[in-house]
């Protein structure tokens, strides 16, 4: 069985890579890397923020499924994660984690995992020091106990929350408490951890979360110099003051930002792309010059990208934009997926669990009636077996819906900021719905950007599309754990389903 790695990019917009097509060399690691991989063009979050997309990706399960979707939810033990299935099988399991929501809230996405080391909040845990004393490893473990206690409550307050987004106690938990954890530490590790392992017979799972493009931004002065060489005094007091004011980076904005407002914005968040690449590119050398690339399935995608104005909205909360869930996804590993290759099929990344499985020769603990049951044919090896449809869905967070509530309430209604908001992907157009209201068709391929409505001009591939989501849906909804797996479906449902190719 290969050994398999997992780096998933947070925050990590798609459009600002080189290797999809950014004029500036933002990424020549990750570029470097593709060319020895299948790249896939059309890869869609399966969610628009960090919870539920890592929860898809660990279960192969839509949100509407899994129901992962609030910082607070915690993942049923109905359906096995990746992690418990390859551990079950013989796999050691590693997790080397720089987002506080996936390694240290109570979600239960660390499940299955043999070791989990989390490098944000305030008790970062890396792999054990010998050298430490017993009392110092002691002191260290109760100390983590109690930051996570501590996280948990903020996360499970609303007061709390709006009361840390003050622009007077942002800087401290995001500069002093590790709130994008420590690239360079965590890769460094994960080298150590993997030259002491390879070692041995057992085959390895590892998974590595990188945090370096999220808010707020604070990349090297070179990076800076590289990426926004004509930063000013007033550039810097501008972007201090938007990375203090972190109530508005999941907002939605009243008035677009200024042309140079987002240039400097844009300035910042490359050279983090570009710095964060760097590192990568450490990890991606190692693994090349150790030979671990032989016999090593490498996996790089995002979870979801992030929103600088676009469509009105700051962050990644609210919507299904291009900007959030349209992410980078390349996967090395040429017994199936052939070098320098590129795939214009629209897929979804909660696809990354049955590529594994299917990799790895494995087959889940679970009936035919489970949606996860076909493994080989969800594998991205056969890209085209969801027949070109991939679809997201963005349930409101409720705490940052709660900053808006108390920040903008009048905005809260107009732009409809309680429904979910959904998109269906068929060939290279996208629907996009709040509800059941249609907000926009458009095709991707000829408007990238999602600048043009053209519902009005199609209007019946719009219904279509729209009935293909619906169908969705209750597909989804039907598979939730506490649901009636064997129930009823309608006779509706069921010509659907079968539209949607997900029976015969």
């Keep these: 069985m290969p050994d398999i790695l997992l780096i998933i990019l947070d925050t990590q917009r798609r459009d600002r890579l080189s290797i999809y097509g950014h004029p500036q060399a933002t990424s020549p690691h990750l570029d470097e890397f593709a060319a020895d991989a299948t790249l896939f063009e059309r890869a869609i979050a399966p969610a628009q923020w960090t919870v539920p997309s890592h ?30 299935i390859l551990q079950a099988d013989g796999y050691h399991t590693a997790g080397f984690c720089n987002n506080p929501l996936v390694g240290v809230l109570d979600t239960g996405l660390t499940r299955g995992f043999s070791e989990f080391f989390n490098y944000a909040g305030a008790a970062p845990n890396r792999p054990v020091d010998i050298t430490r004393s017993k009392a110092r490893r002691k002191i260290s473990q109760e100390w983590g106990r109690f930051a996570r206690h501590v996280s ?28 994008k954890g420590n690239t360079a530490r965590s890769i460094d590790d994960l080298i150590a951890y993997h030259q002491e392992k390879r070692s041995t017979d057992q085959p390895m799972f590892l998974f590595l979360n990188l945090m370096g493009a999220h808010m707020p931004y604070h990349p090297p002065q070179d990076y800076i110099k590289r990426f926004a060489p004509d ?224 519902q009005n001009q199609h209007s019946t591939l719009a219904d279509s599309m729209q009935d293909k989501l619906s169908a969705f849906v209750q597909m989804a909804e039907h598979y939730r754990a506490d649901g009636d797996h064997q129930g009823n479906v309608s006779p509706d449902v069921i010509d659907n389903l079968r539209a949607l190719g997900y029976i015969e």
């Design 152 to 179: 948990q409550y903020f996360a499970q307050s609303d007061w709390l929350f709006r009361v840390s987004l003050n622009a007077a106690i942002t800087p401290l938990w995001t500069r002093w408490v590790n709130y």
């Design 231 to 454: 930063v000013d005094k007033a550039a810097y007091r501008f972007i201090n003051r938007f990375n203090a004011d972190a109530a508005r980076w999941a907002s939605p904005v009243e008035q677009p930002p200024s042309e140079w407002e987002n240039h400097i914005i844009d300035g910042f968040y490359n050279a983090e792309v570009a710095h964060q690449d760097y590192h990568l590119g450490r990890l991606l050398r190692y693994l090349k010059a150790s030979g671990a690339l032989e016999d090593t399935m490498v996996i790089i995608a995002a979870d979801h990208g992030e929103g600088h104005g676009d469509h009105s909205f700051f962050g990644h909360s609210f919507v299904v934009y291009q900007e959030l869930v349209h992410v980078p996804l390349m996967i090395a590993y040429p017994d199936k997926f052939p070098a320098n290759q590129r795939v214009q099929t629209n897929v979804s990344t909660r696809r990354i669990f049955h590529t594994v499985l299917d990799v790895a020769g494995i087959k889940p603990p679970i009936d035919e009636s489970d949606p996860n049951a076909d493994i080989e044919a969800l594998s991205l090896y056969q890209p085209e077996s969801e027949k070109n449809l991939a679809f997201a869905e963005a349930f409101p967070p409720s705490t940052l819906l709660n900053v808006v509530q108390h920040r903008q309430p009048h905005l809260v209604e107009p732009l409809r900021l309680t429904h979910v908001r959904r998109g269906v992907y068929q060939d290279s157009h996208k629907l996009a719905v709040a509800d059941h209201h249609i907000e926009g068709l458009f095709d991707i391929a000829a408007d990238p950007a999602e600048h043009i409505n053209i």
């Design 55 to 84: 929860a898809s990706m660990f279960t192969g399960l839509y949100p509407s499924t899994h129901q992962v979707t609030q910082a607070t939810s915690k993942l049923s033990g109905s359906y096995p994660t990746l992690a418990e």
